[in-house]
């Protein structure tokens, strides 16, 4: 058995013998211990307490870590991202600089239906590739389990390509990862005119396969005005789980439709962006165990206003923050940067974004027995910072990169 001992870490971030959702309050409450000690066996954490009660190890072959002045935290848990795309779209980025909105945009068949077509035209294998880099880049950044979803393939044999890609970086990859099915994500252009069209060969040809050969854990559906409508995307949440998939859905980005409304009537596991809440939306949010899943960046690339993060923590809703790492609307998978807007432009405390993007976004990937806190038994996935004075140093000081190293599975990456 390969054992570690990490000493004199001056704070052991997010430790608990027991990690429920947390939700309003709760989410304030970090558990840490100071000057303390944490034992590695293999891949999982099988100990850690105060310095002063450090056990004497013996054993030749313990690798022994000193991490004086360093903070460790749990790995970032990021619950939403289409990591799996082809090329960039920076020419979009300047037609948004010059006055064109995200909505004119996807209406003239660029946005997600431009990364369709490039998506298409590019192998499997340079997918991987490029899939691959974005991984690793996020890895060292502090990221150790993801979601990736399709949705820039739009017909059978894309999506069917992009969900293949997501099962090779699974098989390949130290870092856990959950795979979704968001087909639905804009309708083709041929398909503009014909829902039912588009609807069939979702329901009937791709759910299908994608459920025999068990490429997908979840389906996404982009509820949204000019997208799909709440009653299409019942239609394709209940059909995909009768195959087990269960909802995590793209509501409330641009408009509330009615989105969360059904979304948790579905027991949806998340509902995510929340940029555009009623008082009616947050409400039904709290009263249900589906987690709302914010996501900063994407609002700050696209200069909508944020997520109402105060609103819905006060209101006693169980959030998760997420990257949304996409070629459109959050061209960045850096969970540190998410974190810091989090607390600069929602006004989270810097606890409640750890514990956000931690333990509650490894309850939106469905891994906390696994994976978002310390905990004895949990896979050791570790952020440790550089020296730092304070945990809310990792927000205030935005833009520095804070990490030093990243362990998956027990091996710095
Ligand atoms: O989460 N809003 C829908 N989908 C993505 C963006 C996709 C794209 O623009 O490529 C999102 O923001
Ligand atoms: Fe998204």
Not at 127 to 141: N, S, T, Y
């Given at each position: 058995?390969?054992?570690?001992?990490?000493?004199?870490?001056?704070?052991?971030?997010?430790?608990?013998?027991?990690?429920?959702?947390?939700?309003?309050?709760?989410?304030?409450e970090?558990?840490?211990?100071?000057?303390?000690?944490?034992?590695?066996?293999?891949?999982?954490?099988?100990?850690?307490?105060?310095?002063?009660?450090?056990p004497?190890?013996?054993?030749?072959?313990?690798?022994?870590?000193?991490?004086?002045?360093?903070?460790?935290?749990?790995?970032?848990?990021?619950?939403?991202?289409?990591?799996?795309?082809?090329?960039?779209?920076?020419?979009?980025?300047?037609?948004k600089?010059?006055?064109?909105?995200?909505?004119?945009?996807?209406?003239?068949?660029?946005?997600?239906l431009?990364?369709a077509?490039?998506?298409?035209?590019?192998?499997?294998?340079?997918?991987?590739?490029?899939?691959?880099?974005?991984?690793?880049?996020?890895?060292?950044?502090?990221?150790?389990?993801?979601?990736?979803?399709?949705?820039?393939?739009?017909?059978?044999?894309?999506?069917?390509?992009?969900?293949?890609?997501?099962?090779?970086?699974?098989?390949?990859?130290?870092?856990?990862?959950?795979?979704?099915?968001?087909?639905?994500?804009?309708?083709?252009?041929?398909?503009?005119?014909?829902?039912?069209?588009?609807?069939?060969?979702?329901?009937?040809?791709?759910?299908?396969?994608?459920?025999?050969?068990?490429?997908?854990?979840?389906?996404?559906?982009f509820?949204?005005?000019?997208?799909?409508?709440v009653?299409?995307?019942?239609?394709?949440?209940?059909?995909?789980?009768?195959f087990?998939?269960?909802?995590?859905?793209?509501?409330?980005?641009?408009?509330?439709?009615?989105?969360?409304?059904?979304?948790?009537?579905?027991?949806?596991?998340?509902?995510?962006?929340?940029?555009?809440?009623?008082?009616?939306?947050?409400?039904?949010?709290?009263?249900?165990?589906?987690?709302?899943?914010?996501?900063?960046?994407?609002?700050?690339?696209?200069r909508?206003?944020?997520?109402?993060?105060?609103?819905?923590?006060?209101?006693?809703?169980?959030?998760?923050?997420?990257?949304?790492?996409?070629p459109?609307?959050?061209?960045?998978?850096?969970?540190?940067?998410?974190?810091?807007?989090?607390?600069?432009?929602?006004?989270?405390?810097?606890?409640?974004?750890?514990?956000?993007?931690?333990?509650?976004?490894?309850?939106?990937?469905?891994?906390?027995?696994?994976?978002?806190?310390?905990?004895?038994?949990?896979?050791?996935?570790?952020?440790?910072?550089?020296?730092?004075?304070?945990?809310?140093?990792?927000?205030?000081?935005?833009?520095?990169?804070?990490?030093?190293?990243?362990?998956?599975?027990?091996?710095?990456?």
């Amino acid at each position: 058995m390969a054992s570690t001992i990490i000493t004199n870490i001056k704070q052991l971030v997010n430790v608990r013998d027991q990690f429920p959702l947390l939700r309003g309050k709760e989410l304030s409450e970090l558990p840490c211990v100071n000057n303390a000690y944490l034992i590695i066996e293999d891949d999982e954490i099988a100990g850690y307490g105060k310095m002063k009660d450090l056990p004497t190890v013996n054993g030749q072959g313990t690798r022994k870590i000193d991490a004086s002045g360093q903070f460790i935290l749990p790995a970032w848990c990021d619950s939403h991202t289409h990591i799996v795309f082809a090329g960039s779209r920076e020419n979009e980025f300047v037609d948004k600089i010059k006055g064109l909105s995200y909505a004119q945009i996807n209406a003239n068949g660029g946005g997600i239906l431009n990364s369709a077509k490039k998506l298409n035209e590019t192998s499997e294998d340079e997918l991987f590739d490029q899939a691959w880099k974005r991984l690793q880049e996020v890895g060292k950044l502090g990221t150790g389990a993801i979601e990736i979803k399709s949705g820039y393939g739009l017909s059978l044999e894309g999506e069917m390509k992009m969900l293949r890609v997501i099962k090779k970086l699974k098989d390949r990859s130290a870092i856990s990862i959950r795979s979704t099915f968001l087909g639905a994500h804009t309708y083709p252009l041929e398909y503009r005119e014909d829902h039912q069209g588009y609807l069939h060969i979702l329901v009937e040809e791709m759910l299908p396969v994608i459920a025999k050969e068990k490429l997908a854990d979840y389906i996404d559906v982009f509820c949204e005005k000019g997208f799909f409508s709440v009653e299409e995307m019942e239609i394709i949440c209940r059909s995909a789980m009768g195959f087990g998939l269960k909802p995590k859905l793209h509501v409330n980005q641009l408009n509330s439709i009615g989105g969360i409304q059904s979304a948790v009537g579905l027991n949806a596991v998340s509902v995510d962006h929340l940029e555009t809440m009623t008082d009616a939306d947050t409400e039904a949010l709290a009263r249900s165990k589906t987690i709302g899943t914010l996501l900063p960046t994407a609002a700050f690339f696209l200069r909508m206003n944020y997520q109402p993060a105060r609103q819905l923590i006060d209101s006693n809703c169980a959030i998760a923050l997420a990257s949304d790492y996409n070629p459109g609307s959050s061209p960045s998978g850096n969970m540190n940067f998410v974190l810091a807007l989090s607390c600069i432009q929602m006004k989270m405390l810097p606890e409640e974004a750890v514990n956000a993007a931690t333990i509650n976004g490894a309850h939106a990937l469905q891994l906390e027995n696994e994976l978002g806190s310390i905990t004895v038994g949990k896979k050791a996935n570790l952020i440790f910072t550089k020296p730092i004075p304070a945990l809310s140093y990792l927000p205030y000081s935005f833009g520095t990169n804070l990490i030093d190293q990243v362990m998956i599975k027990g091996n710095f990456i």
